[in-house]
């Protein structure tokens, strides 16, 4: 459900493994795989194809249908809506697995349909669509969800679609640990880079760090200590953004082995003049401040950016964006 570049790719990799799958989703991306089908490939070498007629499209979810396992994969601002239609056409205690950003999705698909069985659920990996139908991933990392007996049994099929999947038995840290990384979104996307351009440049890091440091200041005095999900701890890492870009390219070798196509998804839906996540992301943390009686004014201003482009759709040069945030 949500079947864009994470919900195809994963739905892909399951499909090619042998599962039945069942794609809903909204007709530019639907009308690219009926045209040309879906093209997997990723950073190690993976290159599958699934030609059209082997494709189940569908802009609603389908009629009398009972999945073993929904995937939600829509924008954070779509659950509710897509929680609803799930809850029409569904049989109560469906599983269905949140792959989105952000912290919230699961309650707030529960909220609307506390029928189904909602499933906290963490995708570490950029996607990118790099052509009609192409979907490749630039990034590592495992799929990572709570632990429920619904998904245990899954763990060989996902192993099986080379997306092997992680269980916790508390899956905020590592929620958290996602949206730390996910703070570079706004970040790239004003950028107008790809992600290892981006990353390569100390000017956009030292934004990226600053935005880590709010965050886990907020984190820190709501009493929550974020998993490590990428190759240096959370707390590392603002100072491992910092250095010098001749220090950073040695230290942090792991964090650079992006593909130079690899974009973040929130500079797509700038560039197609898309709602953005920028909410769920810096705007979490920005809640979680005042939840704790703090002020996250860096997060506050990216977003503002963010949220301002269509009416100003130009790249920011490091310097700029620095400069508009009010960082030295």
């Not at 809903?24 to 040309?36: I, N, T």
């Not at 995937?71 to 049989?91: D, F, H, M, Q, S």
Request: proline share 8%; charged share 20%.
């Amino acid at each position: 459900m949500g079947a864009g570049s994470v919900g195809g790719y994963v739905g892909g990799g399951l499909q090619a493994a042998g599962a039945e799958v069942h794609f809903v989703g909204r007709p530019r991306m639907l009308d690219a795989w009926r045209a040309h089908g879906l093209r997997l490939t990723d950073q190690d070498g993976r290159d599958e194809r699934l030609p059209p007629v082997a494709l189940h499209l569908s802009a609603t979810v389908p009629a009398g249908i009972a999945p073993s396992l929904v995937l939600l994969a829509v924008k954070c601002g779509a659950t509710r809506e897509a929680a609803a239609a799930l809850a029409t056409a569904l049989p109560a205690g469906t599983p269905v697995l949140s792959l989105q950003n952000g912290l919230g999705n699961a309650e707030a698909g529960r909220a609307v349909a506390p029928a189904l069985r909602w499933l906290a659920g963490m995708v570490p990996y950029n996607i990118a669509e790099l052509g009609p139908g192409h979907l490749h991933r630039g990034t590592g990392g495992k799929l990572a969800a709570q632990d429920d007996p619904a998904l245990r049994a899954w763990l060989p099929v996902f192993d099986a679609a080379r997306l092997p999947m992680r269980l916790y038995a508390d899956l905020k840290p590592v929620q958290w640990g996602k949206l730390l990384l996910n703070l570079n979104n706004p970040v790239n996307a004003l950028s107008g880079l790809p992600l290892r351009a981006e990353l390569m440049q100390r000017g956009y890091r030292q934004v990226f760090a600053a935005l880590q440091r709010e965050a886990l200041t907020a984190l820190a005095a709501a009493g929550i200590e974020p998993a490590q999900v990428a190759a240096a701890a959370p707390r590392k890492l603002p100072t491992l953004l910092s250095l010098p870009d001749w220090l950073f390219r040695r230290v942090a070798a792991r964090m650079l082995r992006i593909d130079p196509e690899a974009r973040s998804s929130m500079a797509d839906d700038l560039a197609l003049g898309r709602t953005t996540e920028v909410d769920a992301l810096c705007g979490e943390v920005v809640r979680l401040a005042q939840a704790n009686g703090l002020a996250a004014p860096l997060n506050q201003r990216i977003q503002a950016l963010v949220e301002a482009w269509p009416g100003q759709p130009a790249p920011l040069a490091a310097p700029e964006l620095k400069s508009r945030l009010g960082l030295r």
